[in-house]
């Protein structure tokens, strides 16, 4: 039972275009949702999260936002850049609980 | 600051061969610890977790096993290594208050031939 979805494994965006990525979830009681940037052969590190009660949260380039009612989230960045390229995980959490991740979409930043 | 360690960074082993993968975190008490599998062309898939000394939670049934002997330590290992135990494992910390990230060590590249 995949909770958390993300339908798209690869997407390539050109230099300084908004790169966008989409996840879904199933599970209702998630409260809280974050996204981390995974290059190979290393450990996810958090890029953004952001929880519930809110529908957009922005840190410099990169956007979250939250769609409760779809149960749909997406992280925009904008303008990309070439070291933005790596897959992105979406997760989701219920409380304390253990975090939930999505299947990762590799993301590719053309010159 | 929370800092996690996780060793080797690549292991090859035979197939039958036993595992033992070590994890470590520094700079907190009492926190909760994950492994994950990223598996080849699949996404992070949680293993195991444990809450504390001595207690592990399994989320799928698998030939690997997990144990806690104490606070900063979590051990994933095998008694016999099949071939679709390769994999990247990752080692996580969970964030020390509700609603927070997760912490991840640099990951295991586990080969088994």
């Known amino acids: 039972d995949q909770q958390v979805k993300q339908n798209s494994p690869s997407l390539s965006v050109q230099e300084g275009r908004i790169s966008i990525l989409n996840c879904d979830y199933t599970n209702s009681m998630f409260d809280y949702f974050l996204w981390y940037k995974k290059y190979p052969a290393e450990g996810p590190t958090f890029l953004i999260s952001?929880?519930?009660?809110?529908d957009k949260n922005e840190d410099g380039r990169f956007t979250v936002f939250l769609n409760k009612s779809a149960k749909h989230l997406s992280l925009h960045i904008v303008p990309s850049q070439p070291g933005d390229s790596a897959v992105y995980f979406c997760?989701?959490?219920?409380?304390?609980?253990?975090?939930?991740f999505g299947q990762g979409t590799r993301l590719t930043i053309n010159p | 600051s929370q800092t996690i360690h996780q060793w080797p960074a690549t292991l090859v082993q035979p197939v039958g061969s036993p595992l033992s993968l070590e994890c470590t975190v520094e700079?907190?008490?009492?926190?909760?610890l994950y492994w994950y599998r990223q598996a080849a062309g699949r996404g992070l898939q949680l293993l195991f977790y444990?809450?504390?000394?001595?207690?592990i939670s399994s989320e799928v049934p698998q030939n690997l096993s997990a144990s806690r002997p104490q606070d900063r330590q979590f051990i994933l290992s095998s008694k016999k290594l099949l071939l679709s135990d390769s994999g990247f494992y990752l080692c996580a910390l969970g964030g020390e208050v509700v609603n927070t990230e997760a912490f991840f060590g640099q990951g295991t590249r586990l080969t088994v031939v």
């Open positions: 997760a989701a959490s219920r409380g304390a609980q253990k975090l939930v």
């Open positions: 700079g907190t008490s009492n926190p909760n």
């Open positions: 444990s809450v504390g000394i001595g207690q």
């Open positions: 952001i929880s519930s009660i809110k």
